[in-house]
């Protein structure tokens, strides 16, 4: 693989073990995206040349294109039952609440997390936070909204901090649209600010992935992993 993140030992030890632990052959499973995916999707790969018959719901065009690399067969979404979905998160509260989308692809990546059975994330302990919001929240929005997104964010948050991914060069996500990454400060209840957001017309998604995960795995600097309780 030319495609590598590059090494971190408790990125691989926790992308390795949520396969381990949770898929098994015949399945069908959902692969995030991020650099700490890549070693779950890199598992997967050495399971399917080793001749197991799992198939993938890409949760990205990056992801599917490291799929295709492994040669991991990859399915649409409801093509199958989806036992289990594995992806990464920016931020991970003490209640599992989620702030995800730093690769930009938050929209396919809840799409698929809802639709799976159990919902495994995997981070390092850098990820864990007492409270949402130091990382910016991505918020996909179709591109000719983007004034009025911004207008009404500002209207009723004034003090947010509203920054267009990729400025005058804007990122592009795979669905056609843009990011924006908000400064909210301390997010305390993100389901409310999520559905918020949500009303405003142009809005395709935000990153808060709350009530969605059913497992969070955290892989250390010594390539040990465990299971984070929920609080
Ligand atoms: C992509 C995501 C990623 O899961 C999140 O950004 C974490 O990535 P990484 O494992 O590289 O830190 O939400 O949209």
């Known amino acids: 693989m030319n495609d590598s993140p590059g090494f971190d030992i408790g990125k691989r030890a926790v992308g390795y073990a949520a396969v381990d632990d949770f898929v098994q052959d015949g399945m069908c499973i959902g692969l995030g995206t991020g650099t700490t995916t890549y070693w779950a999707i890199e598992r997967v790969g050495q399971r399917v040349a080793?001749?197991?018959?799992?198939?993938?719901?890409?949760?990205?065009?990056?992801?599917?294109?490291?799929?295709?690399?492994?040669?991991?067969?990859?399915?649409?979404?409801?093509?199958?039952?989806?036992?289990?979905?594995?992806?990464?998160?920016?931020?991970?509260?003490p209640d599992w609440a989620l702030i995800k989308g730093g690769g930009g692809a938050l929209f396919r990546e809840k799409a698929v997390a809802l639709v799976a059975e159990r919902f495994v994330v995997v981070v390092t302990p850098s990820k864990l936070v007492s409270v949402l919001g130091a990382f910016p929240l991505p918020v996909e929005i179709v591109p000719f909204a983007e004034p009025y997104v911004v207008r009404e964010i500002s209207r009723w948050h004034p003090d947010v901090e509203i920054v267009r991914r990729g400025g005058d060069m804007p990122f592009v996500s795979d669905n056609g649209n843009w990011i924006l990454d908000c400064r909210f400060g301390p997010i305390d209840e993100p389901r409310a600010l999520d559905v918020a957001l949500r009303e405003i017309h142009g809005v395709v998604?935000?990153?808060?992935?709350?009530?969605?995960?059913?497992?969070?795995?955290?892989?250390?600097?010594?390539g040990e992993v465990r299971a984070l309780p929920r609080i």
């Open 205 to 222: 998604a935000t990153g808060i992935f709350e009530s969605i995960a059913n497992v969070v795995m955290v892989g250390d600097e010594n």
């Open 50 to 93: 080793a001749g197991e018959r799992i198939t993938a719901v890409a949760t990205s065009e990056h992801t599917a294109s490291l799929c295709r690399q492994w040669n991991i067969p990859l399915v649409g979404l409801l093509q199958h039952e989806m036992p289990v979905a594995i992806d990464g998160a920016d931020e991970v509260a």
